[in-house]
């Protein structure tokens, strides 16, 4: 195989990959179409991705036989609990060594690998502690796991409004909304299990920080998220199991009632301190930190891996060389925390780390 083909081929798996992962979200009513739009938007001509098609297509015809062969295979962890985008690594990877006798296994398993390492994105606790599992650990990383404290989840309320972005008057920058002083009691209000009365609001808006980007929101619409801090406790959305561990939630009156009341809160907050920004909006949905728990098994629900406070600081955190040889870490939870600045740094080190060793 040329190097041309084999770049073609591993363009092919990462498309695949990627439109395989929004399907295992959102099971489009017309393929056909979603393909067009998805290879649209895509760098090279839907020519480019003929291999990765065919795995699309391959993948979705037979998902049963595969998820099914998956299911037998796995080993102390059960198929729903695998994150989504590790899940659509796997069919790829099992559709091409049971379909596609042209493809040595040893090629589709090495894919895979390489594929999970730049696009999976398991949590720290669940990695170790789960999937790499306590015995294979020693008693002290794994009593240190334990006892660190994630960081408190997120609300987010996703929206669209009917106003051109360069209406809104703002400017290009992140909008941090208090309506008051009492900040720790706001966390301590989280940390306790309750939802704030009057609630931060962190407001980014998409449209304005990707002015070109065709894909956020048609011409003439404003894409934005509202964001505050939530209570991690499952009792405090009506929940009784964690989705992590196969619990429902969504149809719960109580878990409903519990959206409603932050809804409302925060857009109060909002119409306070920033009247009539909010206006003419076309589209809303709002997700809580059982939302992100289901899509991502983050511990907690949170965004932002361990707590960032003295005592679970830099060094205090998780190194990028782990005890397990091969085993190398970047992320919310490692040495240089969360956020742009800490993912990119915290990736170079670790890729570094990996080098060197």
């Known amino acids: 195989m040329s190097k041309a083909q084999f770049v073609q081929r591993r363009d092919g798996r990462v498309a695949a990959l990627q439109f395989l992962y929004a399907w295992s979200l959102n099971e489009p009513k017309n393929l056909a179409d979603d393909l067009r739009v998805f290879f649209d938007n895509c760098e090279q001509p839907r020519e480019h991705y003929a291999f990765g098609e065919e795995l699309i297509h391959g993948v979705i ?26 899940l659509a690594i796997l069919r790829v990877a099992m559709f091409e060594m049971i379909y596609r006798k042209d493809i040595p296994p040893v090629v589709s398993i090495n894919e895979a690998i390489d594929l999970s390492k730049e696009f999976s994105n398991a949590d720290a606790k669940r990695t170790l502690l789960e999937m790499v599992g306590e015995d294979h650990l020693t008693p002290t990383l794994a009593e240190r796991l334990k006892e660190y404290r994630m960081a408190l989840p997120l609300f987010v309320i996703y929206m669209a409004m009917h106003v051109p972005p360069e209406e809104l008057g703002l400017p290009n920058s992140n909008i941090n909304l208090f309506p008051d002083y009492t900040l720790e009691e706001h966390h301590e209000q989280c940390y306790a299990g309750r939802v704030p009365e009057r609630p931060m609001v962190f407001i980014s808006i998409a449209s304005l920080k990707d002015p070109m980007g065709e894909n956020l929101a048609p011409p003439g619409y404003t894409n934005l998220q509202l964001m505050t801090i939530a209570p991690a406790q499952l009792t405090s959305w009506g929940a009784e199991k964690s989705p992590a561990e196969g619990g429902r939630y969504r149809h719960r009156g109580s878990y409903e009632t519990t959206k409603a009341v932050l809804r409302e809160r925060m857009l109060a907050v909002v119409e306070e301190m920033m009247p009539g920004f909010i206006r003419n909006v076309v589209w809303e949905e709002c997700a809580t930190p059982l939302t992100q728990e289901r899509f991502t098994l983050s511990s907690g629900g949170t965004s932002y891996g361990f707590e960032h406070t003295p005592d679970q600081f830099f060094s205090r955190r998780l190194s990028h060389q782990t005890e397990l040889a091969g085993l190398y870490l970047c992320g919310a939870s490692t040495t240089f925390g969360h956020g742009i600045a800490g993912a990119m740094v915290g990736g170079m080190v670790a890729g570094q780390t990996r080098q060197q060793h």
Do not use: G, M, P, T
């Open 61 to 86: 015809e037979h998902r049963v036989e595969i998820d099914a062969q998956i299911k037998a295979l796995a080993q102390n962890w059960d198929f729903d609990r695998i994150a989504k985008i590790d």
